[in-house]
């Protein structure tokens, strides 16, 4: 499968990517914990059918040391045992979030007081930043149809 588009080669596409970039890297430098960080763009990606990113994700999660059980039960994660409070507040905030057109009114006060129970308010930036950031990566590659299966944990620095 070739891509429609070589988004690192497009001089439009790689000026935009850049900003991208550095918007993943302020939230790879907050407060909130990398496990939940992988798990939110893992689940959304799944959500969207972004198989790059599922394929970034899940590798980068499984080289820092999260387990094959939690990365193959994300996708169940409701009737699955293995996942914290909190994890479990964030992945109901990232699939509301990305699921927007899907919910009238979008992410409910339920959901988002559940959220704030578990995390602070600049961990909240980062959370809610991070699904928007993913949905929009899930976008670029879904649309252009990047291909999957070749990424090598940290390629991307």
Request: charged residues 20%; contains cysteine; aromatic residues 4%.
């Amino acid at each position: 499968m070739d891509a429609r588009l070589n988004l690192l080669g497009n001089p439009t596409a790689g000026k935009s990517l850049k900003h991208v970039i550095a918007a993943g890297k302020a939230l790879a430098d907050s407060t909130l914990p990398a496990t939940t960080r992988e798990l939110v763009m893992l689940r959304v990606s799944q959500i969207n059918g972004c198989a790059v990113c599922i394929d970034m994700h899940t590798k980068d999660a499984a080289h820092a040391g999260e387990s094959p059980v939690r990365l193959n039960l994300v996708a169940a994660w409701r009737e699955a045992t293995v996942f914290t409070e909190a994890e479990r507040a964030a992945l109901e905030l990232a699939e509301q979030g990305t699921r927007i057109a899907d919910a009238a009114g979008g992410v409910s006060d339920e959901v988002w007081a559940n959220a704030a129970k578990h995390y602070d308010e600049d961990q909240l930036a980062a959370l809610v930043s991070l699904i928007a950031l993913i949905n929009a990566a899930n976008r670029l590659n879904v649309i252009t149809q990047q291909p999957a299966g070749n990424y090598q944990p940290g390629q991307h620095g």
